[in-house]
């Protein structure tokens, strides 16, 4: 099955600088890689996601990257806030149901 | 709509005990599934079901067991509560949309097996 690699664990950056998570995924069939963020005491909820025919997709201050030959995929966030701080997913799959990373705990410090 | 809705939000059980976990969606979603999370362990997938009277086993399915009568209903059964099982746990539903497959997550429910 599908095993996906999430690093860092935790993230601290100031507000303003810029955030980077990166994945790396195994199966090499995999075609979708959303990513959700979670804030405290809520479920994860869906920010931006690729599929493997994109290299690149940009939404406002969020980015994602995907290097199929790799195998990794990367979310950039831009100019981060406070608002921003909560725990990142990366999953890799086919469609519905794919595999999740194990989390980025990403605090912005004012 | 509602999305998608857990209940209890709490539940705090004895070892052995049994108790289901209820969830449901209004959004007519095909695909469901359940989660656990635990702390550095991301979201590990239990059970899932892509539509009425199937279901099909996660990475984690051992001590769990679903059904998927409706559309809209995907319990969770705990048959013998083990302190193992002491997670939060998150039902979600799926849909696609333009090559976007999101997943709806409810917002949990918290569990602790004494």
């Known amino acids: 099955g599908e095993n996906v690699e999430q690093h860092p664990s935790t993230l601290s950056v100031q507000e303003g600088d810029s955030a980077v998570i990166k994945c790396t995924y195994s199966d090499s069939a995999s075609n979708y890689f959303p990513w959700y963020k979670q804030e405290l005491g809520k479920g994860p909820q869906l920010i931006i996601d690729i599929r493997s025919n994109v290299g690149e997709k940009k939404d406002q201050r969020i980015a994602v990257t995907l290097n199929k030959t790799a195998k990794h995929f990367s979310l950039h966030i831009t100019e981060t806030q406070p608002e921003d701080s909560a725990v990142y997913f990366c999953a890799a799959g086919g469609s519905y149901i794919p595999t999740f990373g194990r989390g980025t705990s990403l605090i912005v410090h004012p | 709509n509602a999305g998608v809705t857990q209940t209890p939000k709490f539940q705090v059980l004895k070892t052995g005990q049994s108790m289901t976990l209820q969830c449901a969606q209004d959004m007519n979603h095909e695909y469901m599934s359940w989660y656990r999370q635990d702390p550095g362990m991301g979201l590990r997938l239990i059970h899932y079901s892509v539509g009425a009277g199937i279901t099909d086993q996660g990475e984690v399915p051992n001590g769990y067991n679903v059904s998927r009568s409706t559309t809209e209903d995907f319990p969770l059964r705990l048959l013998s509560a083990a302190p193992s099982q002491t997670s939060v746990y998150f039902c979600?539903?799926?849909?696609?949309?333009?090559?976007?497959?999101?997943?709806?997550f409810g917002p949990g429910t918290r569990l602790t097996v004494t």
């Open positions: 979600a539903s799926s849909y696609s949309v333009r090559s976007s497959y999101e997943q709806y």
